[in-house]
């Protein structure tokens, strides 16, 4: 078995796991299918673990759930520590949110995916003893030139030179959240553009990075196990991320201390996940900057994925159609 990085060693990812795992996120997207627009969104967001679930187990790798469904979801599949796959083929690190964006789903609303990012065993981090985490996307431009520790200001101002166009023209995507009034405004005072998400901060952090999208910069306060998911991604983009965890109160700053995370710390893309040998593979659910969402007709489903490998750094697209008959 080739590993991303041309390793013989049968302990590291395969590029081929890419496409097997593509298989577990369409299958997600499609159960979820019947729910879009519904108003049922843990109907959904069942379905889709279920589907995921039932795929993952047919994979020829073995997947420790670092990031899974977690407490927070009341999840009895994809927990955290759950160990996934067939038993045989490489160890690895893997994150799954089977709908980011179980809300937009609900509601029939634009960017909601089914994701999954894997890594190398051991490269990481679980941060879900604390769910939140304020974060700082962006592309290439970025690097070096952003830091979650300056105002949104100046963090606006050093990437449009950067990028070499007005502050007028940049855009940046914020979770619209009571939380976030304040930053709102000084991105507008800076004289930025906002582009709000109701939820899916994880599609919000690509399209920040990815190259020719609409938006420069994500930021703010979303789910840290997205935050984990996302930085697997920005390794194939070549982008800047940063986060810092953000407990609700005490005794979830205390649940973090206790687990070993520094609730002081600016967590950089090589703290978040080690290395360069990550995968992340998504399916659209609904429409999205990213990925068109699943479409039916007649008797065909037509889905469409990205893949993005750390160590080639690539995103290929797959647009798939699958016979209704094996499906709904």
Same mark, same amino acid.
């Given at each position: 078995m080739v590993s991303l990085t041309g390793d013989l060693s049968p302990l590291r990812p395969d590029r081929n796991l890419a496409m097997e795992l593509v298989r577990a996120t369409e299958a997600a997207a499609i159960r979820a299918v019947p729910f879009i627009g519904r108003g049922a969104k843990e109907a959904a967001d069942g379905a889709a673990v279920d589907a995921m679930r039932a795929f993952l187990g047919t994979v020829s790798f073995q997947g420790r759930v670092v990031i899974g469904e977690g407490e927070k979801d009341n999840a009895p599949m994809l927990f955290n520590g759950e160990v996934v796959g067939t038993g045989t083929g490489p160890l690895c690190d893997i994150a799954v949110d089977p709908i980011d964006g179980t809300s937009l789903t609900a509601a029939g609303r634009q960017n909601a995916l089914s994701v999954i990012a894997v890594s190398d065993r051991g490269t990481m981090l679980d941060a879900s003893s604390v769910f939140y985490m304020d974060k700082l996307v962006t592309g290439p431009a970025g690097v070096g030139v952003v830091d979650i520790r300056k105002p949104v200001g100046e963090n606006i101002r050093n990437l449009a030179a950067a990028l070499g166009k007005p502050v007028d023209e940049i855009v940046v995507s914020v979770l619209n959240r009571p939380r976030h009034e304040k930053l709102i405004q000084e991105i507008r005072d800076a004289g930025a553009g906002t582009r709000l998400m109701s939820d899916g901060d994880v599609a919000g952090g690509i399209n920040a990075a990815r190259h020719g999208a609409r938006t420069d910069m994500c930021v703010g306060v979303g789910g840290s196990p997205e935050g984990i998911v996302t930085a697997c991604a920005i390794k194939a983009l070549g982008g800047?991320?940063?986060?810092?965890?953000?407990?609700?109160?005490?005794?979830?700053?205390?649940?973090?201390?206790? $687990?070993?995370?520094?609730?002081? #710390?600016?967590?950089?893309?090589?703290?978040?996940? #080690?290395?360069?040998?990550?995968?992340?593979? $998504?399916?659209?659910?609904?429409?999205?900057?990213? *990925?068109?969402? *699943?479409?039916?007709? $007649?008797?065909?489903?037509?889905?469409?994925? *990205? *893949?993005?490998?750390?160590?080639?750094?690539?995103?290929?697209?797959?647009a798939s159609e699958h016979l209704v008959s094996k499906w709904l």
């Open positions: 800047h991320i940063q986060g810092r965890l953000w407990p609700r109160d005490d005794d979830e700053r205390q649940r973090g201390i206790d $687990a070993g995370l520094d609730m002081d #710390k600016i967590y950089e893309a090589d703290d978040l996940v #080690k290395g360069d040998n990550t995968i992340f593979v $998504a399916t659209g659910v609904t429409d999205g900057q990213l *990925v068109a969402g *699943v479409r039916r007709e $007649a008797g065909y489903i037509y889905t469409e994925s *990205v *893949v993005l490998r750390g160590a080639s750094g690539t995103l290929r697209r797959i």
